[in-house]
């Protein structure tokens, strides 16, 4: 089994459960190789897969390729091209077969592919694990079903992206004994449980200032913090925000950076697109530059004073809407 650098939630219950169904067919040497290493909110997970369910996982840092002159069969989970199997990569030219189980749409053509377990209408690579473990008759035990809801969990955002199928095969990994409390703590990235995190939002809604504009009706804030800028944007969006542009001093670049986020629907309806009308007049007045898509993206203006860049950033609003803009103006609480 392999799997993309940097694995994720999905993409270690994905791969221990194929794993763990091939090894009860009876094919003694299986192993989860994963390159460069296993992100932090998916450690939990590659630690029950070993330990609970005896799958042996392999971590192969930079520069390293495990030594295998030949490999029968290759599983590529969650993975759609060979650049994301980084060091691996090299691998696949000694596996005699290749099989695929994954739900990303695009994805590159594969030589000596025997077998392709590939929907982009499924939620999770783990919902095709689950189906595959089950097609192939191997009892799921609690442990294996609760690492699958929670690969579900982590890739739908909690059943944001959903379809039927995602609630029945949930309902059935939860009939199968999986454990819904610890599926949620599995799934949930451990940046939400940082202190560090949790100041940053604070201090992100402390410093922001909102704006609201009338006809296109929009609601657009600006913060700064200092680090967990995505979060920061990501929280204002959350409490109602259409538009958040986040602000941070980057010290290595000796510029601003700006980090936005916005709520397609809103941008759409208003005819707003943040990173040309809001952004790219501060890095043609400034310096620099950066980019992203309607609703995610961050710049670097090269300027080193933040309050600078965010007047400047307020004169450009304030430009584009003239009278129909204005500061939300609340009094703090006394206290
Ligand atoms: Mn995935």
Known sequence: MLTHSNA???????SCAVAYAVKNLGVEDVKVLIPEGISVD??????????????????????TVPMASSIDVCVLVDTATRVQLKNLAVLIDNCSALAVVDHHAEREELENLV??????ESSSSSELAFKLVKALGIEIPHELATLLLAGILSDTRRFLRSNPTTFRIAAELLEKSADYNEALKLSTPRTDLQRGSRIAKIKCILRHVGFRVESPELLIALSEVGAFESHCANLLLSIGYDVAMVLTE????????????AKSDSVERAGIDVYNDFLKPLIEKFGGGGGGHRVAGAVVVMRRDVDEVAKALGQVLRMRFGSKIRVFAEERVQV
């Open 8 to 14: 994720d939630v999905d993409a270690v219950a994905a």
């Open 42 to 63: 998916a450690r939990d997970c590659a630690k029950i897969c070993s330990e609970a369910l005896g799958v042996t996982i392999e971590v192969y840092r930079k520069n």
């Open 115 to 120: 077998l392709a377990i590939v929907s982009p």
């Open 250 to 261: 980057d010290d290595a670049l000796k510029a601003v950076r700006i980090v936005f986020r």
